[in-house]
Nanobody
């Protein structure tokens, strides 16, 4: 199970830090990540984290602004979002899968959370 929290509404230039708590068999997943669904667009990868080598992958649109991290002790994934812009407004989803490397490909992720809304005005 993946449970997201920490979304919300902020003004442009602000920050948010959503988190995703993992439990059950998902704890053995190689790769975890954040995806988002913008209004009128397909779901897209934002940032992913490979848990063994601790490698990351980021979408070009968030590089330098977003940072993904993982707390093994808490089984929790985070997404530090800084310098938010209105174009970041979306439903953000946590996902987990068996990819051996950090990837933004949706097809590599079989477990999904319910999502947390981020709104930037």
């Amino acid at each position: 199970q993946l449970v997201e929290s920490g979304g919300g509404s902020v003004q442009a230039g602000g920050s948010l830090r959503p988190s995703c708590a993992a439990s059950g068999s998902i704890l053995n997943s190689n790769c975890m990540g954040w995806f988002r669904h913008l209004p009128g667009k397909d779901k897209e990868g934002v940032a992913t984290y490979e848990t063994r080598e601790r490698t990351t992958a980021y979408a070009d649109s968030v590089k330098g602004r977003f940072t993904i991290s993982h707390d093994n002790a808490k089984n929790t994934l985070y997404l530090q979002m800084n310098n938010l812009i209105p174009e970041d407004t979306a439903m953000y989803y946590c996902a987990a899968g068996g990819s051996p490397a950090a990837t933004l490909r949706l097809s590599k992720f079989g477990y999904w959370g319910q999502g947390t809304q981020v709104t930037v005005s």
